[in-house]
């Protein structure tokens, strides 16, 4: 018995990194492909569900990329989406989105913030999903190369990880058949809400440059550090005020050519 009738997927309008155009979100497209391949196989009803801006360009692509309609709640800026979308996924089974935005310091707080707000569980970080007889069963990406299978009842929210196995095939067929449906908005806001006042819409920045000591280790010797959890060396200064602190730090980064002051 297919226990999943309707799955929903949310998608972002992203950014060009470099020229700034509005384009797809990848990690929002690895979800959407594996809804759609997923609708197929179970035949179940597969939505694609976008709260902001109607007329943004980068909803096209979602079509290009198999979204045969997609679902926009107009919504101002002033409006909470999460309140916005947690009205129209009362009837989901099951809901997918990417994991984070696209780059840079990134919260990746939505699909936590929709969980709590809805009621339902949260899995990230999933690689593949399979349905079984009353739950699903999700492969989640764990570090060093390790997974581990979680199952979850229904209905549940699934964070697809940026290194799902989905291939995206953009089709200018399908944008220009596919269309974009307006929804009402479903909730006014008439109070500022306390995640709005804490969050910030900026376009994303270049992710710093992290300071790393250059190791001389053979290939066997990078190998083993990298699949096991030992200590990778270094040291954790506990005594002293913050300037003697401080000295350590220099003193670390003079000795391994990574200031030159």
């Known amino acids: 018995m297919n226990i999943i ?3 929903t997927t949310l998608v972002s309008a992203g950014r060009h990194p470099v020229s700034g155009e ?3 979100c990848h990690n929002d497209s690895l979800a959407m492909t594996i809804g759609l391949d997923m609708a197929k196989s179970i035949s179940a009803k597969h939505h694609v569900l976008h709260a902001g801006n109607p007329d943004n360009k980068a909803l096209s692509e979602y079509l290009a990329l198999g979204a045969g309609q997609i679902d926009v709640i107009p919504i101002s800026d002033d409006t909470d989406v999460v309140d916005c979308l947690a009205t129209q996924l009362n009837h989901a089974d099951l809901i997918l989105t990417g994991s984070r935005a ?5 919260s990746s707080l939505l699909p936590y913030l ?3 707000k809805i009621g339902i569980p949260l899995v990230v970080n999933a690689l593949a999903i399979k349905v079984k007889a009353n739950t699903i069963e999700v492969l989640q990406f764990l570090p060093k190369g390790k997974r581990r299978h979680v199952t979850v009842k229904l209905p549940a929210i699934i964070a697809i990880h940026p290194l799902a196995p989905a291939s995206l095939k953009f089709s200018y067929a399908r944008q220009i058949s596919g269309a974009i449906k307006t929804l009402p908005v479903p909730y006014t806001s008439t109070s500022t809400s306390v995640h709005k006042t804490q969050w910030q819409t900026l376009a994303s920045i270049r992710k710093p440059i992290k300071l790393k ?3 001389n280790k053979s290939g066997h010797d990078r190998m083993m550090s990298a699949i096991s959890s030992e200590s990778k060396g270094g040291a954790v200064v506990n005594n002293g005020n913050s300037v003697e602190k401080a ?3 220099l003193g670390y980064l003079r000795e391994h050519r990574l200031i030159n002051f």
């Open 102 to 106: 696209e780059s840079g310091e990134d």
């Open 213 to 215: 000591a250059p190791e």
């Open 22 to 24: 509005p384009r797809h």
């Open 247 to 249: 000295q350590v730090i």
């Open 5 to 7: 009738k309707h799955i």
């Open 114 to 116: 929709l969980a709590e």
